[in-house]
């Protein structure tokens, strides 16, 4: 296992338009969250999934985001109609069972929306 | 809405210098981690303290959990250059499923 995959690693997009990120978890991770942090922060909460189900979602997360993990396994994180305030670090991570679990993240997405 | 603050912000230090970096909340967490972040990529967990008043060393790295578990200190003996990027603290609230993460603290060891 190689760890959390995240692709692409970088991506320019105009505004206005749509974008989807994937991510693929360590294997025997069942739970995987979406974060955004943008230069000089920490990273924000957005989306949670155990297995495929969604259970926790931000205030952060507007309707224009999407977020599914369709098998359980892999996840997509979708931006419809993309503004220059979505250009951040898209980070994904995962985790095992067990409370106090740390997280393994991705190398992250970095969208720049022009 | 950021639950963790974290002082200094900003660090520039020699090498060999010590540094503290704190992490504070009003809030109560039943774990606290501390990551440790490269440009360009993903946090790398350090640490998980769990109990009140719990310490860990890791190398140079002496973490300290507060005996209200609401706050977190990290102390680097002895910095050197690859020692630095930006610390990040998370807390985990008695409930819910996430870690929120502190404004971090960017720190640059210069040889």
């Known amino acids: 296992d190689t760890g959390v995959s995240q692709d692409p690693r970088h991506k320019i997009t105009k505004r206005g338009q749509n974008v989807t990120f994937r991510c693929d978890p360590i294997?025997?991770?069942?739970?995987l969250y979406w974060y955004r942090q943008t230069l000089g922060q920490g990273p924000e909460f957005l989306t949670y999934?155990?297995?495929?189900?969604?259970?926790?979602k931000s205030r952060l997360l507007s309707d224009r985001f999407s977020a599914e993990r369709p098998k359980g396994s892999f996840s997509t994180l979708e931006i419809q109609r993309t503004e220059q305030g979505d250009s951040a670090m898209y980070l994904c991570?995962?985790?095992?069972?067990?409370?106090?679990?740390?997280?393994?993240f991705g190398s992250g997405t970095r969208l720049t929306v022009v | 809405t950021q639950l963790l603050e974290q002082s200094p912000q900003f660090l520039s230090i020699q090498e060999g210098e010590n540094l503290t970096v704190y992490c504070n909340s009003s809030?109560?967490?039943?774990?606290l981690q501390w990551y440790r972040q490269e440009p360009g990529e993903g946090p790398v967990l350090l640490v998980t303290?769990?109990?009140?008043?719990e310490v860990k060393k890791l190398k140079r790295l002496t973490f300290q959990f507060g005996d209200a578990r609401k706050d977190s200190s990290l102390h680097i003996t002895a910095a050197q250059p690859g020692d630095t990027g930006l610390y990040l603290c998370?807390?985990?609230?008695?409930?819910?499923?996430?870690?929120?993460f502190g404004t971090g603290t960017s720190l640059t060891v210069i040889p």
């Open positions: 998370a807390g985990a609230p008695n409930t819910g499923n996430q870690f929120y």
């Open positions: 303290v769990v109990t009140g008043g």
């Open positions: 991570a995962s985790r095992g069972s067990g409370r106090i679990n740390g997280y393994t």
């Open positions: 294997s025997e991770h069942n739970r």
């Open positions: 999934f155990q297995n495929e189900a969604q259970l926790e």
């Open positions: 809030s109560v967490f039943s774990s």
